[in-house]
């Protein structure tokens, strides 16, 4: 049966709790209004999609052996969730997306989430973010946590959230009007292919056999480790799952200046602990934090490059973009 199909994900911005989703720590996301749209028809034995702003076709035969071969390239992220999928039947259609690439707002997430659907996608939102992680992994190589894409699926309109990225439980937070919420890109591309995401990934485990699970873990058991660079990581970890829980709170009591406090801190723990920022990127930050208005900005994603998130008094930035809290994914 031939179906017509339109379904929408977002991007997302992540307020806080950066590099602790992987070792199933606590993240603080909302979905952007800017999104991926895919539409088209649920027909024949390939997924065919092509792209309103990047050539090529992704074309993508159903038994799909190997997602990060396909080209062009952002069709291996198709690739991957075809093959997490393994859909029936095929789908022919095209995508539109307004999620600046390779920036840290998860333009990668938001297309997996926005195929999955588009091909029938039928069980529940942490699954549909398991099995995109599950594509996106497949598709780079890069043993990404599961924060993206399940910002992208269950994120709820005018909302922030703290995920628990050990039960996957997550609890909403209202996003006042009077905190405004800027991303602006550092100028510098950022890809975590071939980046170190792997090796600090592979940090918090060597940190985790040492001092047991770093979701459970404190700042003072991460102070305890000898060696001196798994200290710093293990210290970003436990620190940043913390200040997750004082920015949610800062958040619902409209403390834009406590929240932007956090996202300063945030900010020092992945440069100097986590050491995932760059020259650019606290060039950004610093020029930004010294503008009026401006309560706090951190590094935001996985590092090495992109954007940086701000909170603002309403109106005090004029560059970059103002995220509002958008809904998460659906069909249309
Ligand atoms: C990237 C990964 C996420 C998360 C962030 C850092 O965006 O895809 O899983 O680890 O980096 O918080």
Do not use: K
């Amino acid at each position: 049966m031939q179906t017509d199909v339109a379904a929408f994900a977002p991007g997302r911005v992540n307020l806080i709790g950066e590099h602790t989703d992987h070792t199933g720590g606590r993240c603080l996301p909302m979905a952007v209004a800017m999104g991926v749209t895919v539409h088209g028809r649920r027909e024949g034995d390939r997924v065919l999609l092509s792209s309103a702003e990047v050539p090529g076709v992704a074309d993508i035969a159903l038994d799909v052996a190997d997602p990060a071969a396909v080209e062009p390239a952002w069709a291996r992220y198709v690739a991957g969730v075809v093959a997490e999928l393994r859909p029936e039947v095929g789908f022919t259609g095209g995508l539109r997306s307004d999620v600046p690439v390779g920036a840290g707002m998860s333009s990668s997430a938001a297309l997996e989430v926005a195929v999955a659907l588009a091909l029938g996608h039928d069980g529940d939102v942490e699954d549909l973010a398991r099995r995109c992680q599950a594509a996106e992994q497949r598709a780079t190589g890069v043993p990404c946590g599961i924060l993206d894409q399940l910002a992208s699926a269950a994120a709820r309109d005018g909302h922030a959230f703290v995920l628990d990225c050990h039960t996957l439980g997550r609890t909403h937070v209202p996003v006042p009007d009077d905190v405004e919420i800027r991303v602006v890109h550092s100028g510098q591309e950022r890809t975590l292919v071939g980046s170190a995401y792997a090796e600090r990934r592979a940090q918090c485990e060597a940190a985790e056999a040492l001092i047991g699970p770093l979701r459970l873990a404190s700042p003072a058991d991460a102070d305890a480790i000898d060696d001196p660079v798994l200290r710093r990581r293990a210290r970003h970890v436990t620190t940043e799952n913390q200040r997750v829980l004082e920015a949610a709170d800062a958040l619902r009591s409209g403390d834009v200046v406590g929240l932007g406090t956090l996202l300063d801190e945030g900010h020092r723990s992945l440069r100097d602990d986590f050491e995932v920022s760059t020259p650019t990127v606290d060039a950004t930050v610093a020029r930004l934090r010294a503008q009026r208005g401006v309560h706090g900005v951190r590094l935001m994603g996985g590092g090495f490059g992109g954007c940086v998130v701000a909170v603002t008094d309403p109106g005090a930035l004029a560059e970059g973009w103002h995220a509002r809290p958008g809904p998460g994914a659906h069909l249309i």
